[in-house]
């Protein structure tokens, strides 16, 4: 049982527990959509509504499932609010269910999501683990929303599709292309390591 | 209760409650997804046949898909050929409009593709490329003009241009569309296709 | 946790301050005929790119040592004026000079110094500022101009081998003379014009033995022995192999950017296959890859390699397993 605030809880997500930069969880879609801020917020969005489902349904009947088939039962029970989001872009946003592809099915087997029902939402209770759910979901939304404003900037000369950038900027392309995804991931990682390195030494 | 048998009944409830969960998401959403892809290659076909007012598929196979456009009363003034094939990168997917004796292209447009940003993407560029390939003769098979043309009129009827850089995905264009027109020939002439308007149903 | 929890073990670590320096003097020195070449062919345009390079991997190195805390004098190990002066050759002469700052910026940012600097990195850091370049800007990576001295005037000008591959130069007749490609009277990057500059400064390194004499000898033969087959068996559509020696970047590859002491194998069987491997990987994409020219692409993936190669290449000691 976890001994913090329910504030606690959900800032933990943002900074100290951030599922990508500190936890290195969910790389996948963080590498593969975050060519264009809209694919990246989408697709924070998606795996939100995942999670915090997930958390909700997961926490509220955790003492009915018996522990032998619990990772079982968490991955239907995430499996069918993948579907729902997957169905739902698909009828109602169909450029962005188009550019996201094969990812959204994929929020199945984002380590954040299992790991988060695993560690958490199976041993606290429902406010608890909504609360931690919102605060991990802002977390990876936030690395998203930085990895994928870099890129779209840089690559595209674009944020959220509007022209930031002047005639005089020729865009990098290799930075909506999958090398840029990993030299990116990589500098902020570096500069998170380091951000955390200095904060440590000070305390 | 036994542990087994309460593993057994929790998945069972789990899995059914989440089966019919599903179904009904399935149900509610089914018709807007269809609906969906309905617009999306009608606009492709008002858009590669000009004058269309209504469509009808004619024919559909895997990669290669022929729809009539119809005029108001119900002729056919065109065939938009739906096909795909291996670009540079993955598939390229086209709608290519032709005059209903298929012997004229009125447009080219790429559906989907996954080529180079900034070079084989070009592809999408009207002003670029897609404008190159309005009225082409296509009873022959097209050829690439190589090095590429800076206007339409240096081109001959039959040639359509190249991306400067992108060789690779300008010849996998102009295969596809090759190879579709050659194919959708051989429907008509085997009489599986027919220019004629069918009555719907 | 200390910052020590592990060492990556990677190929040759120098740690003789006094033969690094003169190691790299020597193949500046090695340089200066092909760069002087060079200057003759695009005049002014080569001189600002080879200038801007070397001036912004001298800044970038500095920048990195002073965030690391490494004293600034290990500049004058010369390394990184060659990562520039070898980067400038490898970039078309009509590029812009604020993309080849980029270029030299990331070569020595993230082809050298997240590795460790100087004898940690992997991949050469010169073509890993020339991959950023070509997949950053592909247009820009391959517009070229004549060379001066060259009389043609056209708007866009393909290199011999872009002619080659995707102009059907054979069967028109069109590919470029043998001669005209030694002296380098002909179109691409600064530094893969000339064959007679680059073959001298590269004899040069080989008598001063500051290269491995296995490294471009066995480029050549795979290569050579690669293209041979294709050209006997139909020569109406292949090349003859000793165009594809002279075209494009494969003596400047061969001779100045394979034998990086840093990212070549350390062991005689290692490097034979490291070199041969290179000469094969380079056939391949030039024959049927999507690029015309695959000398940067070849290099990059063997490097790959190299720490595998030195691992399973180290000759056995005396009375070590296996039988007698």
């Known amino acids: ?203 | ?201 | 946790m200390t910052d020590n929890a592990f060492i990556l073990q990677s190929s040759p670590h120098f740690r003789d301050k006094d033969s690094v320096p003169k190691i790299m003097y020597a193949v500046i020195a090695s340089l200066v005929p092909a760069v002087a070449a060079s200057l003759y062919f695009f005049r002014l345009k080569a001189l600002a790119l080879l200038l801007c390079c070397v001036a912004a991997c001298l800044v970038t190195e500095a920048l990195f040592l002073w965030l690391r805390r490494k004293p600034l004098h290990s500049l004058r190990d010369g390394s990184a004026v060659i990562t520039g002066l070898l980067l400038a050759m490898t970039l078309p002469p009509s590029l812009s000079l604020e993309l080849a700052i980029i270029g030299a910026v990331m070569a020595i940012a993230i082809g050298k110094q997240v590795f460790g600097g100087l004898g940690y990195n992997i991949f050469n850091p010169a073509l890993v500022g020339r991959a950023f370049l070509q997949t950053a800007f592909p247009v820009a990576m391959t517009t070229w101009i004549p060379p001066v001295a060259l009389k043609i005037q056209t708007a866009t000008y393909a290199t011999p081998l872009a002619n080659l591959r995707f102009e059907d130069a054979i069967a028109k007749g069109t590919l470029t003379p043998l001669k005209d490609l030694f002296i380098g009277n002909v179109g691409g990057c600064l530094g893969e014009t000339s064959s007679f500059a680059l073959i001298l400064g590269g004899l040069y390194l080989l008598s001063r033995r500051v290269i491995d004499w296995r490294i471009p000898l066995g480029i050549l033969l795979s290569l050579t022995a690669f293209t041979g087959v294709f050209w006997l068996a139909n020569p109406e559509k292949y090349a003859s192999p000793l165009f594809h020696i002279l075209a494009g970047g494969l003596l400047i590859g061969a001779f100045f950017m394979a034998t990086d002491l840093i990212t070549s194998p350390i062991t005689p069987l290692g490097t034979w296959i490291y070199a041969l491997g290179i000469g094969l990987v380079i056939g391949l994409i030039r024959l049927f890859g999507g690029f015309a020219e695959g000398v940067m692409y070849s290099i990059l993936f063997m490097n790959a390699f190299v720490p595998l190669l030195n691992r399973y290449t180290r000759p056995r000691i005396l009375g070590e397993g296996g039988k007698a």
């Open chain 1, 1 to 203: 049982m976890s001994t913090k605030t329910i504030g606690q809880e959900f800032i933990k997500g943002l900074w100290d527990e951030n599922p990508v930069f500190r936890q290195l969880l969910g790389l996948c879609p963080t590498l593969a959509v975050t060519n264009a801020v809209i694919n990246g917020f989408a697709m924070g969005m998606a795996t939100t509504f995942v999670l915090i489902f997930s958390s909700l349904v997961v926490s509220s009947i955790k003492k009915l499932i018996p522990s032998q088939v619990r990772i079982a039962s968490y991955i239907v029970i995430i499996a069918s609010f993948v579907t729902v989001a997957d169905r739902f872009l698909a009828a109602f946003f169909p450029p962005i269910s188009k550019s996201l592809g094969p990812y959204v099915p994929l929020i199945v087997v984002n380590c954040i999501i299992l790991g988060r029902q695993e560690a958490f939402s199976s041993k606290n209770t429902v406010g608890r683990s909504v609360t931690d759910a919102l605060g991990m979901s802002a977390g990876f939304v936030l690395a998203m929303l930085v990895l994928s404003a870099i890129r779209e900037i840089l690559g595209a000369g674009t944020f959220f599709g509007y022209q930031v950038m002047g005639p005089w900027f020729k865009p990098w392309i290799i930075m909506i292309l999958p090398p840029g995804a990993f030299i990116t991931l990589g500098i902020l990682l570096a500069i998170a390591l380091q951000i955390e390195r200095r904060t440590k030494s000070r305390k």
């Open chain 2, 1 to 201: 209760m036994k542990l087994s048998v309460r593993m057994v009944v929790v998945l069972t409830s789990i899995g059914l409650l989440s089966g019919s969960f599903l179904a009904t998401v399935g149900h509610l959403t089914k018709e807007r997804i269809a609906l969906n892809k309905q617009r999306e290659i009608e606009a492709a076909i008002i858009q590669v046949v000009p004058g269309t007012v209504s469509s009808q598929r004619l024919y559909e196979e895997r990669d290669l898909s022929v729809y009539g456009g119809k005029d108001n009363e119900g002729n056919i003034i065109g065939f938009a050929i739906h096909a795909s094939g291996i670009g540079f990168q993955d598939k390229i997917s086209l709608m290519l409009g032709t005059n209903s004796s298929l012997e004229r292209t009125n447009r080219l447009a790429i559906l989907d593709q996954k080529e180079t940003p900034g070079l084989g993407a070009k592809i999408t560029d009207y002003e670029f490329f897609l404008t190159y390939w309005e009225n082409r003769d296509c009873s022959v098979p097209l050829t690439l003009h190589k090095p590429a043309a800076s206007s339409p009129e240096e081109l001959s009827p039959t040639e359509v241009n190249t991306i400067t850089g992108a060789t690779i995905s300008s010849e996998a264009v102009l295969s596809i569309v090759n190879g579709s027109l050659e194919q959708v020939r051989k429907l008509i002439q085997e009489g599986k296709l027919s220019s004629e308007a069918q009555d719907v149903n």
